[in-house]
């Protein structure tokens, strides 16, 4: 509302930022729904990194993250792909750069701040063992896990499909390609996870889909259908080796947001150049996809990993130790989330700190 809108939509004329309509001024009343339908964008990148950082990281100090990337970080990025709305064009835009509904815009960017995020405030205590071994934390309700991916896969029709400029026959194309893309995403984890046989694992294919979302999504309006369901597929398998490589490099990522954001954002943007209806396999368009991605990637990480840093200093990013152990539901918002296991945590401390347990 009063300066991310004006740097993505503003007047702009240099191709970095938008520098009119601060405050929403001088809009319609018309304006007013896009401007909302934008905000969840604006939402959508930021929340990708609570995901990431959960358990461990302190409230306020997500604040004040969440106030800097949606009103910064975020519409900036955006604006070297979208703007011209109210007059001038992004840079990436005039290059024909391709992202019809944010796999990079909002997605990669999303995945990226998360990236930087999880790497300064840290793994969670226990989440790695003395030799680097990773040890499983587990969430406790699956059945919530299947609803929320279940509320994605249906949110991703208005994400996708609204953002077509007019409301005409063309949006049953976006939804069509949208739901083959999250099909393939969640074939394409589940084929491998049998290929190189593993339990097929409800969270894991759950993340495949959303990848195959993601994967989708700059491509949505460009894309032939008989391609979505192979962009959805390879989607997922990035999903899947983007968790290992993390886990090898020892980067706690809670939700695994990073792989079904930034690295599946990157296979989708990649894609829509790649799968360019009436234009396939073009290496001109391909390369102006790749400069899109190694620009946004670099804007989000120096960006993030510097606000991170000042907010770490500032206000501090991490919990103690004890407040995790405790739950942040406790620690952070002074209330108890889950009081069948308030017995067991006060068991816990007592012993820890009589010396019986570490």
Not at 221 to 232: E, F, K, Q, S
Request: hydrophobic letters at 50%.
């Amino acid at each position: 509302w009063a300066i991310g809108y004006a740097f993505l939509f503003g007047e702009n004329l240099s191709g970095f930022i938008g520098t009119s309509k601060f405050f929403l001024q001088g809009l319609s009343d018309g304006d007013y729904a896009f401007v909302l339908y934008q905000m969840m964008f604006a939402a959508t990148a930021v929340t990708i990194t609570s995901g990431a950082m959960a358990e461990r990281t302190q409230f306020f100090g997500y604040l004040v993250s969440a106030v800097i990337i949606t009103g910064f970080i975020y519409p900036i990025a955006a604006s070297w792909i979208w703007s011209g709305v109210h007059g001038g064009q992004g840079w990436l835009a005039k290059l024909g750069f391709v992202d019809f509904a944010g796999s990079t815009a909002v997605h990669s960017v999303g995945g990226w701040v998360a990236l930087a995020g999880v790497i300064i405030v840290g793994a969670r205590t226990g989440r790695f063992d003395e030799n680097g071994k990773p040890s499983s934390i587990l969430g406790h309700n699956i059945g919530y896990v299947a609803f929320g991916g279940m509320i994605l896969w249906v949110g991703w029709f208005g994400f996708n499909g609204g953002s077509i400029a007019s409301a005409d026959a063309s949006i049953g194309r976006v939804l069509l390609i949208t739901h083959m893309g999250a099909a393939g995403g969640i074939c394409g984890i589940v084929f491998i996870q049998k290929l190189l046989k593993q339990p097929i694992l409800l969270v894991t294919s759950i993340n495949g889909a959303l990848g195959g979302l993601v994967s989708i999504t700059a491509g949505a309006a460009t894309m032939d259908p008989a391609y979505a369901l192979v962009v959805g597929f390879i989607g997922g398998l990035v999903v899947y080796f983007g968790e290992r490589l993390l886990l090898r490099l020892k980067v706690d990522d809670v939700v695994g947001a990073i792989p079904v954001h930034a690295f599946a954002g990157v296979w989708g943007t990649l894609a829509a150049g790649i799968f360019y209806a009436g234009d396939l396999f073009s290496f001109q368009r391909i390369m102006i996809q790749f400069i899109g991605i190694g620009a946004i990637a670099m804007w989000s990480l120096i960006t993030a990993f510097t606000v991170y840093f000042i907010i770490d200093k500032i206000f501090g990013l991490r919990v103690e130790r004890r407040a995790e152990r405790r739950g942040l539901d406790y620690s952070e918002h002074y209330e108890v989330a889950y009081p069948e296991f308030t017995d067991v945590v006060t068991h816990h401390e007592k012993t820890a700190s009589s010396g019986v347990a570490r």
